[in-house]
């Protein structure tokens, strides 16, 4: 069976009202049940397909949904990578309304990734409606947690899971993305010595000392950061994001927290970036006594959160090319510029690429919003890849 007879299979009308019902959907951290409800909901969708499914518990009401289509074993296997978790919504009542309009689908994931994840169930489902024989397995892996720290595919590579390939369905325009920055969280944390208002000379300043760290930041650290460059990413970066200090106006302030989002390249090391930053801290803190600092790395320390690269000379970067190819679309590899799940997988050494309808300027927006027109291109892609990769034929 050749690949555009398959196409022509493909229902406009039954994908996007699978997308439909995936963004109606609440699916984020600080919903009672959290994914419990579109975990089960995705799994259900398999099991009627009658699609090998299980759910795999992370945290109490919340499951990664892993679904399989078992090939005969000589051949490569392929799986599908989306998160099922949204943020946080804007409007409780509209994010959640799937409004179609302009050739555009609205709401709360649309974009960031359940078009995507609509794309791959619909993938698998046609591969199994059809029959197609596979020589590689074919897999889907829904995961939670990817915007509140990568939870779910931790716990997935944790538990020991293995593929030959990964697509990984965050919104890439359906560009092929092969690298993004690492992203680094850290506590500054300066302690001084209280004193009445009055009396400055007695106390130390705490507030006072982290303007002096956020100085030297802006004036020694960013331009050295912006001679640091690696291709497609451009230089590292540092967001002060939240600072809070002092207990009342008229007194000393003895602490004060500033919350920082380092992100960083290849060329650096995480232990060099605490260096780094610890260094402007013990300049500041040297000008007095009574004042110290500390550093508190807020991110998981079972996971890797550093850069994603992928070498473009990899053939699984030309099998991407060429699956995009069929859409009619010109094959384009770039950077994209958040962190993805896709740096645990490729860091636990599978080879894994990031492709998926929908532009990251539109994730986590008030309107979010995703092409249907990109969603079925992206159904064509991923049918492809399954074409290449799992039953080694070409398009």
């Known amino acids: 069976m050749e690949l555009t007879e398959i196409f022509k299979v493909i229902n406009e009308e039954e994908l996007i009202e699978i997308l439909r019902s995936l963004i109606r959907i609440p699916s984020h951290i600080n919903y009672p049940t959290q994914e419990k409800e579109i975990s089960n909901f995705t799994a259900d969708i398999f099991k009627r397909e009658k699609i090998e499914t299980f759910i795999q518990e992370v945290e109490p009401n919340r499951s990664n949904v892993i679904s399989k289509i078992i090939g005969s074993g000589n051949g490569k296997i392929l799986t599908f990578n989306g ?3 949204t943020v946080p919504p804007n409007d409780s009542i509209k994010s959640y309304e799937a409004k179609i309009n302009g050739g555009k689908i609205y709401g709360l994931g649309s974009c960031d990734m359940k078009g995507s994840v609509a794309a791959m169930l619909y993938s698998l489902i046609i591969v199994k409606r059809m029959n197609i024989e596979l020589n590689g397995d074919l897999y889907f892996t829904g995961v939670v947690g990817e915007e509140s720290g990568g939870i779910g595919t931790r716990h997935l590579i944790k538990n020991g899971f293995k593929s ?3 697509i990984v369905g965050e919104p890439t325009e359906l560009k092929i993305v092969n690298s993004h920055k690492g992203v680094f969280l850290l506590d500054i944390i300066i ?25 030297k930041i802006n004036k020694e650290y960013i331009p050295k950061l912006n001679t640091r460059i690696q291709n497609g990413i451009g ?22 927290v500033l919350q920082i989002d380092r992100r960083w390249i290849v060329s650096e090391k995480s232990e060099q970036i605490v260096t780094e930053i610890e260094n402007f801290l013990i300049d500041v803190c040297k000008e007095n006594k009574n004042l110290k600092f500390n550093i508190v790395q807020k991110l998981p320390s079972d996971g890797y959160f550093g850069p ?9 970067v030309n099998i991407c090319k060429d699956a995009v190819a069929i859409t009619g679309r010109k094959p384009s590899i770039t950077s994209i510029a958040g962190w993805t799940d896709g740096a645990t997988i490729l860091h636990s050494g599978i080879p894994t690429l990031i492709l998926g309808p929908g532009s990251m300027e539109q994730a986590h927006t008030a309107d ?15 049918l492809s890849l399954i074409f290449k990769i799992c039953i080694n034929k070409n398009c």
Do not use: R
Request: aromatic share 12%; with cysteine.
């Open 83 to 85: 998160h099922l978790d």
């Open 164 to 166: 030959d390939y990964v």
């Open 191 to 215: 302690e001084g010595k209280a004193a009445h208002a009055s009396m400055p000379e007695k106390g130390a300043n705490a507030i006072a000392a982290m303007g002096n760290f956020i100085y």
């Open 235 to 256: 230089s590292p970066t540092i967001n002060l994001g939240i600072i809070q200090g002092g207990s009342k106006v008229n007194i000393v302030a003895d602490k004060c």
């Open 308 to 316: 994603f690269y992928f070498p473009e000379s990899n053939e699984f």
């Open 368 to 382: 979010e919003w995703v092409s249907l027109k990109e969603v079925v291109d992206a159904v064509k892609i991923y």
